[in-house]
């Protein structure tokens, strides 16, 4: 039976015919692992995903969290499903083995993890948040945090957290008021609230490792004076057991459209509710230099952007399998021309429409997953590649696409639920079917870990610029790279014509942006850049897979399925591809009209 | 203060200054109007829908039709709105002041209910359909059926339902088999199930009319053995007085993801429940003549259809103006370039981006509503215009724009509640504010009476062929006499260029599909046609809004508003007109990506 929580075949297309991630194996981080091993850790996810993650997936959106006694109560198959993720070894599975770690490369460790996003993206989220803040701790936590948390969370024993925003300062960071007090015992005493806490405060697991940002006293204004702490919920002795409840406290929950099952919280530190007669405070500890948070969360949150990409790719796959199988299973109508009203209805996939609408979601979803693979593999070579110049050029190649593997998916998977849910007619819209629900769960991907306005900055004022606009030349030339493949195989050459012509026109159109120096002028219409350069990036990442599936020497029993992915980029070449012109056309023009709306003409 | 359902000026810049609402009164019709007292009725409407309608519009999302004994249980605040909205005589509005009417012109009729739609769409369901039955029998009823279901149905007594789906039937009514046998008295008895059923079953009114498509035996086969009858949910006597219940019962209730407070049923006719010991079936009388019920039914269906996209423009409206109120309100993050990171937040109006946000879901909304009621102005025409041609054209024109009118603002005021979500943020993800339930909620728009696939045949596959494409040439010629104002006036001169380049291109695409005969091929990308029209249709609409926002001598005091249309017209020209080459572009290309899709490749 075909899974309906993703494509085992064309992840493993991905994997290991596109992303050569059998090459790693040779590098020493990776030595220990042999192709058998990586598909046996993969098959284990995908079992364990659909065993344990997928079942209560609906009950856990129906029954979300609440307050019992001042205790959150969840649904209990969650903690069963992570009770055995963490014994299974997978919030270690990127760690080095000399902490407890699998050392896994980060492309098969997130084709793992896609399984359990696809199956259940809430409960998934409390891994997804632990994994992001083990990693942080890993990079700069010293040796004692390593110890006394980092350790016990590869374990599966506590969960991480992020603390960033609060209720007035969410997507402005620099605005936040925790405060960190300096002790003598050089410990701080955290005070202030946090908003948007996922995972904040639950029974799930021995404890909680909250990564906090707060400002020390003192230090320079605004996002420069921003320093990271560990707050755990319990404290931990020197032995590493448990001792008093930390005065972190949980001031009220978040009803959400969708995410039902991830504990979503309000917390306020320090306000006294716990450890009282001692000082008051929330005890934390400083994670690497002081007014250097934002730096050490960036990373955190970097990671957390791809997973949320990866997230909303694997919602949009799941859903895609999903309306396949309705498609091919509903009975409706008749071919165009049929006149014998009496003759068998056909299932819908017959319908043209219904199968653009197919098509659309399989280029959507499957092109996103491909995407944020292969960013993973760019994280890869960023760590273990020889040449400096190769661990370079992929780390500013990540960086440029990062807002565009966390947005993209956010915005194209969720249509593809749209269409989902549209396949379905009248039952998609029911609860019996849960396509209503993968849309209401990726509705959120475009706004958690930064919106994507936010995103839009983030590539066009920053990584578009940076070094003289070195990521996009590199980018350009890596598009080039593969436009030259294609010229050389007739079935892909035009489609390798039209990216190039949209690359030369996104390339004239950037210029064109940032010539007189107005900078208010060339970032007004970001997200339509944002919008541009990613459908582009998809057509170049379609045309690699294409690319891949008309390969010689391919077998033969695969072409029906390489012939999907050919489909599946010609739909994406025919369909989404003209829509680039749409929006440069808005920034050719340097379209002002954003910028000239006054408050009052609304 | 200002509403939040509906902009109380742009409604009367469409009603007064557009649509020339005034002129109608002057005709037999509607003598006994006059403006003053439109305005009243329509205060009235607004009064009404925000003092009783909005109120329960969250707790009766919450608070779910549920089962009770057999009973449908609703909150109560549901029948309270809904008798006064009966009191008040709303449902009979429309009608001829001799059966107890207020004979008010249709666009003022869906202008007053707009502001129901707006506060709560799901209990402003049940009037919607009883007002779509009750025109269905004041036009095919018989004397009978008119006094003993129409006139109980205008005095808000008797509510009115449309049983058109079974579960194997829905986009495909020739499948139904729900079957109707004649009795020697004239009456029928009906034997099937009906899914869908909004409004099937509950205590709110003393009775229900569902109006049912069966098949008499012996009939024709598919569509045309259709025939329409009344059943009602308790006989009526002689006297007009309630008898026993007819054999209608409840199966179950379906349970959507939006449109919560609106009961959805599968109900079953002469299963036998009631009625028990009388011949078997549910007692029906047949609407108009036998094998006639679609035609019949579609009367009903496309102003269904019409109210349908009316309510997806509230829904986008009511959301937008929460977006507005929240991002005047809500202070985060400074302007680009404030070096000083101590100064105050600013209010996220200030931001480009969500200007872009704000600006777009006002195109998207108001340009919706103004088509809804240009539609509706067009059922006035038809209905009461002196000369023969211009109710002809009338027709002809309407029958055109229907599907875009139904399926234009449900796509695209959906999205512009995506973006009113976006705006609020993370906020707009809870439940604490009402965006994400409009959201929800406008998600069945694109589904339920005719998907946007059934639209687009219907638009493409008969309205545009129709009589010799003499619809489609008829719109280009009332779309080429704005341009002709617009290219008079220096300010809008250039976007009724771009309007009529479209135009032709349209023009072209029409013909060349069409031009080999090969049907399959022409009707492919059918969608991709609709949506195309579609923005086409709303550029149009959007530029004669600008004409009269433009126009000599209006009032300085409104010239603030005047701008924000203008600014709505110019985003509209500058961010989405563009996106019509996208689609046409594939219509051009005759794509055949999705006829040559195989089931096996996906």
Redesign the interface.
């Known amino acids: 039976m075909n899974s309906k929580l993703l494509s085992r075949r064309q992840l493993s297309l991905l994997l290991f015919e596109w992303l050569d991630t059998e090459a790693l194996l040779g590098r020493p981080r990776y030595q220990s692992h042999t192709r058998e091993n990586l598909e046996v850790i993969l098959a284990t996810c995908e079992r364990m995903a659909t065993e344990l993650f997928a079942p209560h997936a609906k009950s856990s959106d129906e029954h979300e969290p609440r307050l019992e006694g001042g205790q959150v109560v969840l649904i209990p198959e969650i903690q069963q499903a992570l009770r055995a993720f963490g014994e299974a070894g997978l919030v270690a599975a990127g760690h080095d083995e000399e902490i407890g770690g699998m050392q896994l490369p980060m492309v098969v460790e997130k084709a793992g993890f896609a399984w359990f996003l696809a199956a259940n993206v809430a409960t998934a989220s409390y891994p997804l948040l632990t994994i992001g803040a083990s990693n942080l701790l890993a990079r700069y936590g010293s040796q004692s945090q390593i110890e006394h948390y980092l350790k016990p969370m590869l374990e599966g024993r506590f969960f991480g957290t992020m603390c960033l ?1 609060e209720e ?5 960071l ?2 936040l008021t925790t405060r960190a007090e300096p002790q003598a015992d050089g410990s701080y005493r955290l005070f202030g609230n946090k ?2 806490i996922s995972g904040g405060e639950h029974e799930l697991a021995e404890n909680i490792v909250h990564l906090v940002l707060a400002k020390i006293p003192g230090g320079p ?4 004076g921003i320093s990271l702490f560990v707050v755990p919920r319990f404290l931990v002795n020197e032995q590493g057991g448990l001792a008093e409840r930390n005065d972190v406290s949980l001031v009220g929950l ?5 995410y039902r099952g991830t504990v979503n919280t309000l917390l306020a530190f320090g306000d006294g509710r716990f450890l009282p007669g001692s000082a008051a405070g929330a005890v934390g500890y400083l994670v690497g230099e002081a007014h250097q948070g934002l730096t050490c969360m960036f990373q955190m949150m970097n990671e957390a952007r791809i997973t949320v990409g990866l997230g909303a790719a694997c919602l949009g796959m799941t859903g895609f399998l999903h309306a ?1 199988d309705y498609a ?1 299973n509903r ?4 071919r ?2 049929e006149r014998n ?2 003759s068998a ?1 056909v299932p819908i ?1 017959e ?6 609408m ?2 659309a979601q ?1 280029a959507y979803a499957e092109g996103a997953l491909a995407l944020n693979l292969y960013c993973a593999r760019l994280v890869d070579e960023e760590r273990t590649a020889e040449e400096a110049h190769v661990r370079e050029e992929s780390s500013l190649l990540l960086s440029l696409l990062t807002p565009i593997a966390k947005s993209w998916p956010s915005e194209w998977c969720l249509e593809g639920n ?1 269409l989902a ?2 396949v379905h ?2 039952y ?5 079917y849960p396509v ?1 629900r993968m ?2 769960d990726n ?2 991907n ?3 870990e930064g ?3 936010i995103q ?2 983030d590539l066009l004022g920053r990584k578009v610029t940076m070094k003289g606009g070195a990521a996009l030349m590199l980018l350009s030339q890596r598009i080039q790279r593969t436009v030259g493949k294609a010229s050389a195989a007739p079935a892909l050459m035009a489609w390798g014509q039209a990216l190039a012509d949209k690359v030369a026109a996104l390339g004239s159109v950037t210029a064109a942006l940032f010539a007189d120096g107005d ?2 002028a060339a ?6 850049y944002l919008q541009a350069l990613g459908h582009i990036v998809l057509a170049w990442t379609w045309l690699e897979l294409a690319l891949v599936a008309t390969r010689e020497g391919r077998a033969e029993e695969d072409e ?2 390489y ?2 992915e050919l ?1 599946a980029c ?2 994406f070449f ?2 989404e591809l ?2 680039v ?2 929006w440069l ?2 920034l050719t ?1 340097r ?1 002002s ?10």
Not at 254 to 258: A, E, L, R, S, V
Not at 351 to 356: E, G, I, P, T
Not at 428 to 432: A, S
């Open positions: 925003s007035h300062a969410g997507s402005s620099g605005d908003m948007w204004p605004g996002s420069k978040n009803h959400k459209m969708g396949l091919r009975p409706q109508g008749r165009l021309g009203q009496e209805q996939i319908h043209a429409d219904v199968r653009r197919l098509l399989k749209s849910i549209q007619g009248g998609g819209y029911t609860r019996d209503e849309y209401r509705r959120l475009a706004i958690h919106t994507h306005g839009a900055l900078v208010k970032l007004a219409n970001a997200t339509l029906a399925f012939r999907g489909a010609r739909y025919g369909y003209p829509k012109d749409a056309a808005v023009a379209d009209t954003t910028l000239e709306m006054e408050d009052a003409w609304f």
